[in-house]
């Protein structure tokens, strides 16, 4: 039995739907959050240029980046979960479950 049956055992489809969707708002609003900051720093670039690798703008952009890149595999997870009934192969702390082969 693998861990998503087990996590999908002890917790029912609708909590466990109701979990991943609460994660999805909580990467949504770190997305959100990441790109207005972001926005704002490059908003007060005064020349255009590109940024230094180490400079706050180029941070903000690499921040950006990853909490879009989250945000969009946690989407795809709960999709797959409400849409197509797959259940997720990870705890919701982000670790892979380890399938057992019985």
Same mark, same amino acid.
């Given at each position: 039995?693998?861990?998503?049956?087990?996590?999908?055992? !002890?917790?029912?489809?609708?909590?466990? *739907? $109701?979990?991943?969707?609460?994660?999805?708002?909580?990467? #949504?609003? #770190?997305? #959100? $959050?990441?790109? @207005?900051?972001?926005?704002?720093?490059?908003?007060?670039?005064? $020349?255009? #240029?590109?940024?230094?690798? *180490?400079?706050?703008?180029?941070?903000?952009?690499?921040?950006?980046?990853?909490?879009? &890149?989250?945000?969009?595999?946690?989407?795809?997870?709960? !999709? $797959?979960?409400?849409? @197509?009934?797959?259940?997720?192969?990870? &705890?919701? @702390?982000?670790?892979?479950?380890?399938?057992? *082969?019985?």
């Amino acid at each position: 039995m693998g861990s998503a049956s087990f996590q999908a055992s !002890t917790l029912g489809r609708g909590e466990l *739907e $109701d979990t991943w969707r609460g994660r999805l708002e909580e990467c #949504q609003k #770190q997305y #959100q $959050d990441a790109s @207005h900051s972001y926005r704002k720093l490059l908003a007060e670039e005064p $020349d255009g #240029q590109p940024p230094r690798p *180490e400079s706050p703008l180029a941070r903000a952009r690499q921040a950006e980046s990853e909490a879009l &890149t989250e945000y969009s595999r946690v989407l795809r997870l709960f !999709t $797959d979960l409400t849409v @197509h009934g797959k259940l997720p192969e990870e &705890t919701l @702390h982000g670790e892979r479950g380890v399938s057992k *082969e019985t």
